[in-house]
């Protein structure tokens, strides 16, 4: 079968790092994506990972190991802004796309 | 106007009330989407459309039934909805239905029903 985890609240610290998890289970697959939703508003395109290792945008990193089923989304230098759910999907071999329930990333002063 | 726009952003409804969710992107995009968002859930895809074609209906009741006139307008009809069809509405649209690609959401419409 098919299924998707990631942490349902993480807190942080302004200015500190942050890592958000995502674990996966499917036969095939088509690339993961992330996208970060803040409140009340349109879930707006991240990063996007199909073959094994870390790529990185400013501040914002994603991993992804696709032997363990894993990827990582690294917050750096966090903002307040930063405060927002943040959403993984893997892509089946049917492009279907198979979203988590998210994370919602709460950034203290 | 650039990017996906939904109307309306809220709408409350009774259960034997009739109304539309609009969905209109400028993107030159072939393919838009309704998903259906619930608190601490997964989004939920309800229906695909690609080229104005439908290819997707995820056993979506009857209740909820989907327009697509041209490639730039999506429309979701609702009629005798029921409490638990309080959501979140998001359309969202990527350059066809094939392949890794990315998509791109609207705001989404708020729907209560009472």
């Known amino acids: 079968g098919q299924n998707i985890d990631q942490p349902t609240e993480m807190t942080a610290t302004e200015g500190a790092i942050v890592q958000i998890n995502c674990t996966y289970q499917?036969?095939?697959?088509?690339?993961l994506f992330w996208y970060q939703q803040h409140a009340g508003e349109a879930p707006t395109f991240l990063s996007y990972?199909?073959l094994d290792g870390l790529e990185e945008k400013g501040r914002f990193s994603s991993f992804l190991s696709r032997s363990k089923g894993y990827s990582y989304l690294l917050l750096k230098e966090l903002q307040m802004k930063d405060s927002a759910s943040y959403l993984c999907?893997?892509?089946?071999?049917?492009?279907?796309?198979?979203w988590g329930a998210g994370t919602k990333l709460i950034i203290k002063p | 106007e650039t990017g996906v726009t939904q109307t309306p952003r809220h709408l409350v409804m009774g259960m034997t009330n009739k109304k539309s969710l609009k969905c209109e992107q400028h993107?030159?995009?072939?393919?838009m989407y309704w998903y259906k968002q619930s608190a601490k859930k997964p989004l939920e895809l309800m229906f695909v459309?690609?080229?104005?074609?439908?290819?997707e209906n995820n056993s979506v009741p009857s209740r909820f039934s989907p327009e697509c006139p041209n490639s730039s307008h999506l429309f979701l009809h609702l009629h005798t909805l029921q409490p638990e069809d309080s959501a979140l509405y998001l359309c969202?649209?990527?350059?066809?239905?094939?392949?890794?690609?990315?998509?791109?959401f609207g705001a989404g419409s708020r729907l209560t029903v009472l």
């Open positions: 969202a649209s990527s350059q066809d239905r094939d392949g890794a690609n990315v998509l791109t």
């Open positions: 993107l030159g995009h072939n393919a």
């Open positions: 459309y690609n080229f104005k074609e439908q290819t």
């Open positions: 499917t036969s095939g697959f088509n690339g």
């Open positions: 990972n199909v």
């Open positions: 999907a893997f892509m089946d071999s049917n492009y279907q796309l198979i």
